[in-house]
T-cell receptor, first 114, second 115 residues
Framework: DGGITQSPKYLFRKEGQNVTLSCEQN?????MYWYRQDPGQGLRLIYY???????QKGDIAEGYSVSREKKESFPLTVTSAQKNPTAFYLC?????????????FGSGTQLSVL | AQTVTQSQPEMSVQEAETVTLSCTYDTSESNYYLFWYKQPPSRQMILVIR????KQQNATENRFSVNFQKAAKSFSLKISDSQLGDTAMYFC????????????WGAGTKLIIKP
């Protein structure tokens, strides 16, 4: 079945540690996104990529980094510079193009600080 | 700044009833896109319905329909014959050229369908 796979489901980060969240899609979508979800708030865009080897910062990119070396993969690294990383992280993809199309989401990763 | 407001943090209705979730937004643009997404307890977000502002006709998807009032900047979601599986968080989202067509999300409404 086509879809988006996020791993791990739960992740714990120690002080000063970088951690990487995985996101893989087999939908042949050009665009991929990372969102952060905090309780009582809407989703906030961290980074997005419209095409391989290119990505743009979203509203809350500070303390995060991404890469897009392959069409199907868009990993997110939460660096030690992100002082409040505890949140639920959602990866999404879409066909791409200029206009907003349907987003397909993964099942998310819950990141907590030890 | 463009914003999306969902004024109902939580709602609950009996199974088979009709429920309406409200969403208002703020923009000075004339063309834009509006969405309702559902996040069930599994936490995987699913698109419910999509509306383009230049289309007069309200979008429908089976038991889900919207009441799009452009002048009032209102985009409510109506769920008819509600089912237990409709229990979820519902998020309203807005997209326009000014946001580079990235989605601006409301804070969500938690909907509980009671048996």
């Amino acid at each position: 079945d086509g879809g988006i796979t996020q791993s791990p489901k739960y992740l714990f980060r120690k002080e000063g540690q970088n951690v990487t969240l995985s996101c893989e899609q087999n939908l042949n979508h050009d665009a991929m996104y990372w969102y952060r979800q905090d309780p009582g708030q809407g989703l906030r865009l961290i980074y997005y990529s419209q095409i391989v080897n290119d990505f743009q910062k979203g509203d809350i990119a500070e303390g995060y980094s991404v890469s897009r070396e392959k069409k199907e993969s868009f990993p997110l690294t939460v660096t030690s510079a992100q002082k409040n990383p505890t949140a639920f992280y959602l990866c999404a993809s879409s066909i791409g193009g200029r206009l907003p199309e349907k987003l397909f989401f993964g099942s998310g990763t819950q990141l907590s600080v030890l | 700044a463009q914003t999306v407001t969902q004024s109902q943090p939580e709602m609950s209705v009996q199974e088979a009833e009709t429920v309406t979730l409200s969403c208002t937004y703020d923009t000075s643009e004339s063309n834009y896109y509006l969405f309702w997404y559902k996040q069930p307890p599994s936490r995987q977000m699913i698109l419910v319905i999509r509306q383009e502002a230049y289309k007069q006709q309200n979008a429908t998807e089976n038991r889900f329909s919207v009441n799009f009032q452009k002048a009032a900047k209102s985009f409510s979601l109506k769920i008819s014959d509600s089912q237990l599986g409709d229990t979820a968080m519902y998020f309203c989202a807005f997209s326009s050229l000014r946001s580079n067509y990235q989605l601006i999300w409301g804070a969500g409404t938690k909907l509980i369908i009671k048996p």
